[in-house]
Each structure stands twice: as structure tokens, then as C-alpha cells.
T-cell receptor, first 111, second 113 residues
Framework: DTAVSQTPKYLVTQMGNDKSIKCEQN?????MYWYKQDSKKFLKIMFS???????INETVPNRFSPKSPDKAHLNLHINSLELGDSAVYFC??????????FGSGTRLTVV | KQEVTQIPAALSVPEGENLVLNCSFT??????LQWFRQDPGKGLTSLLL?????REQTSGRLNASLDKSSGRSTLYIAASQPGDSATYLC????????????FGQGTTLQVKP
């Protein structure tokens, strides 16, 4: 029973396209996140939502728009994809002092 | 601005050795610190979580320590096995309000049979 699940696992698309990545957690956590892992394997936060409300937006381009329909879901929509958007995107959730649980990642390749 | 550094970047040891991975952070005002493991092409698996008020946590062959005043944490792996080969990531959570994890670059461990 997967705690944090992301779809799709792999995404290959052309420059200029619009794509979405979905994330769901069944842990009952209040806070969800999107992290980006670049080609050098460095992980950096993009967004966090607490109970559907945006808490953190780490100077991510406007082409990235997170949406949280409820506290168990946090989707990431990306407009006008660029080559530099190629990375692995991780969804995560947390609840107070219980630490973070990460999804298995979505490998996005823009060609 | 919080920065997290992990040393060494890569480590190769023979099976059975005990080893220590190091993590340092610049701002001691942390909420907690978490060690993760990442296998190639996979997600992050949480290994140990240390609250700011704690000094160490243990799980099986793993022991993580935290010294907030000096801005350091270590992950000790006892009797290493080839299955321990992975990248180990240290991450600090700087605030109970923002819940923003700052990651180190990781230590890639190879345990040779």
C-alpha cells in the first residue's frame, strides 16, 4: 500500500508542450511538497502546501503551477516545457514531527 | 541561509567494515534532521529522523547522531553489506512552520563483496 504515489513514473515530451504530474498520499499528512532533483542529483524544494494552502514557493518560474484539490493530493502542471526542466520531480508529505515521506519520483525528459 | 554539506562525496569499502558518513549544516536553529537512502533511479527511503532535542537515533545497524551546537550529524553503519550500496542524503528542516528540507549533496557508498 503505497504511502506517497506519483504518476507517471516516466514522462518524455517535446519542448513547448504542457504536462502534469499527479501526487497522492494516503498517510493523512497535512503538508505536501514538490522537490526537484537536477542532473547533479541535488534536491531542492519547489513548493509546499499545508491543507490545500500554498506555504512555500521557491522562486519557481510561473510556468510551474501546483494545484491541491484536497490535502491528500498535490499535482504539478508545467506549461511550455523547456529543455532545462528535465529532472526528476519528487512529491513528499509530512506531518508535524513525524518526518518526511517521499514518492518514487517522476523522471521528466524534455526533447 | 542554511547550507548542508556531506563528506565524503563518495566512499568505497570492503564488506564488513564499519563506516561513518558526515553531514554539517551552517545554521544550528533546526527543527529536525533526517537521513535518507536513495538507490539508483529510485525514490528516497527515510532511514532515521532526529528531533532537535535528541542526540541520536538507532535502527538496526544504523546509528545517527546530532550535535546542534557544532552543526554536525553522523550516520554510522555497522558491519556494512553490499546491499548498503546507495546514495545517503542528509536533510535538515529549519522551521516547524515552513517545513522546508534543505538537502546535502549526498554520499555515494559502494560496499564491495
Amino acid at each position: 500500500d503505497t504511502a506517497v504515489s506519483q504518476t507517471p513514473k516516466y514522462l518524455v515530451t517535446q519542448m513547448g508542450n504542457d504536462k502534469s504530474i499527479k501526487c497522492e498520499q494516503n498517510l493523512g499528512h497535512d503538508t505536501m511538497y514538490w522537490y526537484k532533483q537536477d542532473s547533479k542529483k541535488f534536491l531542492k524544494i519547489m513548493f509546499s502546501y499545508n491543507n490545500k494552502e500554498l506555504i512555500i514557493n521557491e522562486t519557481v518560474p510561473n510556468r510551474f503551477s501546483p494545484k491541491s484539490p484536497d490535502k491528500a493530493h498535490l499535482n504539478l502542471h508545467i506549461n511550455s516545457l523547456e529543455l532545462g526542466d528535465s529532472a526528476v520531480y519528487f512529491c513528499a508529505s509530512s506531518q508535524g514531527q513525524l518526518g518526511y515521506t517521499f514518492g518514487s519520483g517522476t523522471r521528466l525528459t524534455v526533447v | 541561509k542554511q547550507e548542508v554539506t556531506q563528506i565524503p562525496a563518495a566512499l568505497s569499502v570492503p564488506e564488513g567494515e564499519n563506516l561513518v558518513l558526515n553531514c554539517s549544516f551552517t545554521d544550528s536553529a533546526i527543527y529536525n534532521l533526517q537521513w535518507f537512502r536513495q538507490d539508483p533511479g529510485k525514490g528516497l527511503t527515510s532511514l532515521l529522523l532526529i528531533q532537535s532535542s535528541q542526540r541520536e537515533q538507532t535502527s538496526g545497524r544504523l546509528n545517527a547522531s546530532l550535535d546542534k551546537s557544532s552543526g554536525r550529524s553522523t550516520l554510522y553503519i555497522a558491519a556494512s553489506q553490499p546491499g548498503d550500496s546507495a546514495t545517503y542524503l542528509c536533510a535538515v528542516d529549519g522551521s516547524s512552520n515552513t517545513g522546508k528540507l534543505i538537502f546535502g549533496q549526498g554520499t555515494t557508498l559502494q560496499v564491495k563483496p
